[in-house]
């Protein structure tokens, strides 16, 4: 039976591999396109530079990705005087977690309901809610979504998953502009093989797409796991299926969520149409919120 401990050290070695995979697949792009459709011998060239951007972007994600996400989010930081019971909640359940910081806490000025939590490691995190959260839920679901987001934080997912938030970006972008730029001088692949100019427009093409479902597949393993370290830390499941069943009622979408982020979130903040098709859930960033409830509510 797997552990958490086995879970941390899985987590902080799938951080590595990710940021060595990026690397590797921005090499692959840069060299196929500049083969491809810039011309015969500039894969080289193209490819040295795709090495240093990638391993900057790489070290770069891992000491300021944090920063990147709440930048994104909007989100302020509060002091303990603006939110006093929350950072009441957050300083018992802290201690109750084992961990020796308390993460700041930061506000997110919208009126839908939902939370996250980012950081490299757990001296260096934070947890940021949104003023509807903080207004629509009780003391007790509170506690049960702030308890969710320090298992992020004890679990180490904090930093896998605000890592993939920058690279899967970074190879979309990539993938764009390449196809962009690549479309407009495909000309002169005209001497390269045929086999190569297909390997690399399907490369170029699918690299986002499959960035995405790893992305996806990261996050969706990591709420369950978040759900019942969280219910394990407040002896308390059934407050979090309460949180989970008010969270998921607000049709209201989160303004400054987008899809590089919304995996990071408690609950999916884009809020996709309950009638979405089953090939559009299978590009959901979280589980099917009726099974983390039955999950919780079968402990």
Known sequence: MTTIYDQISSNKRETIVIMFAFVIVVTLLAFFFGEVFVGEGAGYPIMIFAVLFSSVSSVSSYYFSDKIALKIAGAKKVSRETLP????????LCIGAGLKKIPDLYLIDDTATNAFATGRDPDHAVVAVTKGLVEKLNKREIEAVLAHELSHVKNYDIRLMTIV?????????????FLRGGFRRNDRGKDIGGMIVLVGVVLLILSPIIAQLIKLAVSRNREYLAD?????????????????EKISADTEA??????ATAHMYISNPLRKGKNSSKFANLFETHPPVLERIKRLRSM
């Open 85 to 92: 019971s929350v950072y009441g909640v957050l300083d018992n």
């Open 165 to 177: 938030v920058v690279l899967v970006g970074s190879i979309s972008m990539m993938a764009n502009i």
């Open 228 to 244: 019942a370290s969280a219910a394990l830390l407040t002896r308390d499941p059934e407050g979090l299926a309460l949180a989970l």
């Open 254 to 259: 989160l303004e400054v969520a987008n899809e």
